[in-house]
């Protein structure tokens, strides 16, 4: 869904950063200063959580497809190879005058052929994969007219010549076709599993990235609330009990302008006010 | 010193940084590639770590020096691990040591890669991986023109001209100043030259992008074959033209630019730093012609763009050197060595102190000759001093034992000599490619490593003048 709308985060990008830089800087409050450093926080965990999340939706999509896509391509093509070796020996069973054992074991086979064949057909998932599937057509339409002949006429009883010049010879063209279509499913569920690596990887970097990012990021943090938060508070403390002990002015200088300058300056007139 | 400061400044940086990442974002987008995500995350870390600092930390006028070395330094060491996040992020050849030497190259302006196919990188991370070379440009001109002169008499020498009244103002007046300079010349030629390589017919992606590598003398290209992709002599000349440019003195060349062009020729280095590049040209066409370039044409061509590329210290290349004969291979060694001037993007040695260099040579023999003579030494009209011109020879020898003693390490990982040598010299020189299996046709991605670990910091030493980092990191001096 975030990929779907990346200029959301484009746009939110440009917007927190420009809301930051044009915010009054050091006339920020202090709730607001510790609460923008929570939000920075939290921002950088939350995308890259969100980022982390697309990413594992992407595997489980890519095994997904690696399973049901690739995977039952493949398994038409063996299919269709078994079927293919079944009809070969049923032709030889023809040929070797074990003429109905032969034909219900070519009819059988091409049956089984052609649902594995129907498979491969509406599974098409990988550009030109139907050009291979085709092919396994064309191929095994002339091996069955080979097939026909054989089962039809006397002709070529007995006759391995004319079985090992056409009949085998289409017989390996259409096995080759069944193979390459086998071949073609087998690269992409390489290069699938190899995207699952990638998208893998690219899973686990954000939230690597974005632990060290906070680590880092709440160092800086804490010094500068102990710079500009805590320091001034104790310098502000260590000063009133100055007073209290010797009589000394209250001087502390607080570059901010926040609700701790506002308090050094009431302090300093309290003082002023008590003195008198 | 004001840590919190520094981490102010630091965050304007990395607020540059988050822009060009955002822009290579946007080349992402458009063009629907995978390094978006790589590259908006990024973006969003940069930002927000660069803005945060405004909102706490009030804005100063009075910078120290100390203060304002820290922010280059820093600046620089930060930038370069923003830089390997999107190339960590996006994966493919980048591991984690990969990444590491890919944005400290592209920072440092080397142009080293470890890439095997820079082709197979989408759009937005090669714009990224050149926009490091344009923003380390910028760094490295603050760096040599603001923070090195106040740094003492040798940095005023070699930064000197109009730098030199700068470096007695505070940190803050110095960068404004020198930010209008870079603006003007550094943008300028950018611009100039992108124009030119489009009117020589490379399309705008492509003109951008080696425009940035050209002006910051980087070397990264958006082809595997680096400039012979293109294998146009126009676009050629372009690049030389830029090249030498980007190797003079930026203040040297804002002053020429301001009319007065007499002032850049009447000195000594920039008149040294194009007598050695022409003398180099011409060495090397006379040595490569009839082996292995047939004409004399072609030998000029192949001679004065590799003289000029690996002179500047850009490194990019029309031709595989590593099949040169050895005087010409030699030649570009030398170069490797030496480079431009200082106050340029370039790295190296730096003709300046070459000159310093030939200087006390010169002075050297007048006292063997004359013992009780007085010999002064001056640089165009200004004095140099005897420290000056020994801190010299000191960053000379330094430079030279660092290139070897990472060759000696390089060596022991089990790389040949050739590769190692010319591998250390082309990182501290920040240079790009060297000889051997890092060859012009070649990248780093052989190099074991630990070996690709201590060429980042040559990179680093020599893009910091060596003193600069080491003054960073003895944390005692800064007391």
Redesign the interface.
Known sequence: MI?EN??V??IF??T??LT??T?K??R?GIRA?IL??FL?LA??LL??GA?SI?ELRNIGMSVQKLLQDNYKSIDAAKLMIEALEREDSGILLVLSEKRNEGISIIEAADSSFTKAYEIAQNNITIPGEKEYVGAIKTAYDDYKTLLRQSMAGTTHAGDLNWYFQEVHASFMKTRLAVESLMTLNDQEMYHTASNVE?RA??AT??GV?AIV?AF??AI??S??IN??IVNPVVKLTEGIQNYLDSGKPVEIEI???DELSMLVSSVGSLIARSSK | MRPYIVLRYIGTVLLLNATFLLVSAAISFFNSDSAFFPLIYTCLIAALFGAFPFIFVPPTEEISNKEGFTIIVTSWLLSCLIGMVPYVLWGGEFTLSNAWFESVSGFTTTGSTILTDIEALPDGLLFWRSATHWIGGVGIIIFALSVLPSMGKVGMILYRTETSPLASANFRYRTQKMLQIIMFVYVGLTVLETIALMFCGMGLFDAITHSFATIATGGFSTKNMSVAYYGSTAIEIVIMIFMVLSGVNFGLLFVAVSGKIGVMLKSTVIRFYLITLMAGVILATVNIHGAPFDSWTEAIRYASFQVISIGTSTGFATTDTTVWPPFAQLLILFFTLQCACSGSTSGGIKVDRTVLFLHALRKRITMVEHPHAIVKTKLDTMPVDDDVLEASLLYITLYVVIVFISSLIICFLGIDIMTAFSASAAAMGNVGPGFGLVGSAGNFSHVPELGKWILTGDMLLGRLEIFGLLLFFLLRSWK
């Open positions: 990929y990346p200029c985060f484009v990008e440009i927190s950063i930051i830089i915010m800087e050091n920020m200063k923008s450093g920075i921002t950088m995308v890259a980022w697309y990638s990887y690219r970097m954000p990235i990012s880092i990021f800086i943090f010094y500068l710079i500009f570059e901010t302008k």
